[in-house]
């Protein structure tokens, strides 16, 4: 794999370029499609599982179509040494953190996890939330523990380093839109999903400890 750091963005490069819009314009269209898809097969569910599925139905589209090609450039070169929309999207990506561009082991590893793990996972767990198995919450916990450890996985061995490949400095979009945002997602979701499952199991327990005392 190749292991060159690419260097910042330059200077009198623009910070919203029409790579940056149209990468923000496809993740709204992904999600779009992930609240169409919920629409389809879980439109009977109650409120909050729509929401959970539009979630699943969001992040597994994700993992296949863009962290699903990430893994497939960087396996084979770079994205940084690649053509095409999906590689100027990571290119893109890349300005925020260049660990991205050069096939860094750790992220490859960690992708690498999440796109076939966690995509499994997230399709599972969509059977399981709309045809309400019983073993919905042990995949839930499964994913969201999955997504959490690969989200620390992936900022933990920079910040112990100093954060000497994130970008932070370079502007509002490279920081707070590509670091924070779509980062921070991934963290605030799967932690509220732990609590929804934590919550319905707290409640199985107290009414089988209730039935026992009986």
């Given at each position: ?105 750790g992220i490859v590893s ?28 042990f995949l839930q916990i ?70 026992k005392d009986k």
């Open positions: 794999m190749d292991t060159k750091v690419s260097s910042a963005p330059s200077p009198d490069e623009p910070i919203f370029s029409m790579v940056s819009a149209v990468s923000l314009l496809a993740c709204a269209f992904q999600g779009v499609a992930a609240y169409l898809m919920m629409r389809r097969v879980g439109g009977k569910s109650s409120t909050i599982d729509q929401w959970v599925l539009t979630w699943l139905f969001y992040d597994v589209i994700v993992h296949i179509t863009l962290e699903g090609p990430f893994v497939w450039m960087s396996l084979g070169g770079s994205v940084e040494t690649s053509e095409g929309p999906l590689a100027q999207l990571w290119q893109e990506y890349g300005k925020a953190d260049s660990r991205w561009l050069v096939s860094d082991p960690v992708e690498l996890l999440t796109v076939l793990l966690c995509s499994a996972l997230c399709l599972a767990l969509i059977y399981a939330v709309v045809h309400n198995k019983h073993y919905r919450h499964s994913l969201c523990v999955c997504e959490l450890y690969g989200g620390w996985m992936t900022f933990a061995p920079d910040w112990l380093q100093g954060s000497p490949h994130l970008n932070q400095a370079s502007s509002w979009l490279h920081l707070w839109v590509y670091l924070v945002f779509f980062n921070g997602i991934w963290v605030l979701v799967p932690g509220l999903l732990l609590l929804q499952s934590w919550s319905a199991l707290r409640s199985l327990h107290q009414g089988t400890e209730k039935r």
